[in-house]
């Protein structure tokens, strides 16, 4: 009995050996990038308080000059 529980696990070892090596391949392992921060939020025309605002001034006075 002692020697079939060594038997299986001197295979058990070898095959997760043979798997390990099979997964590296020899490829060296890529090194990770650092990790930047994202880019700031653009902010387009419709979050820009002071596009809206005028926007909202076009509105109420259309026959305005400065529009």
């Known amino acids: 009995m002692l020697k079939l529980l060594i038997l299986v696990l001197v295979i ?5 050996f ?4 099979l997964q590296q391949d020899g490829a060296p392992t890529p090194k990770r990038r650092p990790r ?5 939020r653009v902010q387009g025309p ?3 308080d002071d596009f809206l605002r005028d926007l909202d001034r076009r509105r109420k006075h259309p026959e305005d000059p400065d529009a």
């Open 36 to 40: 930047t921060r994202p880019p700031e």
């Open 12 to 16: 058990a070892v070898a095959v997760y």
């Open 18 to 21: 043979t798997i390990r090596a």
């Open 46 to 48: 419709d979050d820009d």
